[in-house]
């Protein structure tokens, strides 16, 4: 008995081989497939993800057709020697580079077994597949994450009526100026004077999640410094039955103080997300939107200071959420968010 339905086997070398064929020896029919879809109703986006090509090229080819009709879908003469290093050389180099490493034309050279083309053309072709630019480093997250993140929640959903839920980290505030790329005029090269000798304070930061409300300190990094910062936390909140602050996992948070502290105090309660994922925080955006607004500029150590108080005084609680997107945090249970965007 026939199947119902039988689908093609898009996986494996014969399939790659077929698109191979679709670009190269029978790209005349691609293109007619082009204009019948089009004719069919499809759009140049829907036609070039259908085709493996960019919607431009099927915009390009359409057009030719109306101008000089199905004879225009034919190859026009052109000039030069075919490309140096094969049809399939970006595609190898495009594989290679998936994987992590400190790749350099050098090594992408040796790597694909010394063909016989120039290392100007083995850059050209990569700058075709890859761009120049620096890795990011992520963190290695935590075994137990869904486990941690239940728990987190069943926490949240257990909190008294009326209870106040806030984010909490931490960073450093660096006299040394942070530096990121901007635009620069051809030319020149900006230079930032560093200050000599490095001075450092830690800033302690917590969103309120629904209102934007937005509290912080900027101290030593010490067990004494974050108890006074939860003080401060709960003295904001004098009404609500419990003050709820999310935060990671680290060591100044298990302080022996910081544990007596909440001993005395049960209206504020420590709840901590998943280890080794500075991503979940919402916090983490406000200090990335902070050491933006500071770099490239080399100032002294109270100007220093006025920088961080001034981006802080400058935006709005609107501002703050905009931000830190909390909702887009893993911390929060869904009813949570829908909730959040309800009061918000």
Known sequence: MRPASVFANSSGPAYQHLYHLLHHRWREAARTVMVLLSAAGLTAGEIGELLGCHPATVRRWIHRYHADGPAALADRLRSGRPRAGGPHLGERIRRLLT???????????????????????????????????????????????????????????????GSVVLAEDETHLHLLSHIRASWIPRG????????????????????????????????????????????????????????????????????????????????????FGARYSPHDNPVERIWAALKAHLANTAVTWPGRRRQAHAFFRQRSPTQMLTTAAPWASPWLPRNYAQNFRTSA
């Open 188 to 271: 020149t090269r900006q230079q930032v004077a560093t200050p000599g000798k490095n001075r450092q304070a830690t800033l302690f930061g917590a969103l309120e999640m629904t209102t934007g409300t937005w509290h912080y300190t900027l101290r030593r990094r010490t067990a004494a410094a974050f108890t006074a910062f939860l003080q401060t936390l709960l003295a904001a909140h004098p009404t609500a039955p419990a003050v709820a602050v999310l935060c990671d996992d680290d060591s100044i948070h298990h302080a022996k103080a910081v544990t007596a502290y909440l001993a005395d105090h049960p209206r504020i309660r420590l709840l």
């Open 99 to 161: 994987r992590p490493g400190p790749w350099t034309v050098r090594r992408i050279r040796r790597r694909l077994g010394q063909p016989k083309i120039s290392p100007r053309t083995v850059y050209r072709r990569t700058r075709e597949q890859a761009a120049w630019r620096r890795p990011r480093l992520t963190a290695r997250g935590d075994p137990n994450r869904r486990r941690t993140l239940a728990a987190l929640h069943r926490q949240l959903r257990a909190l008294p009526g």
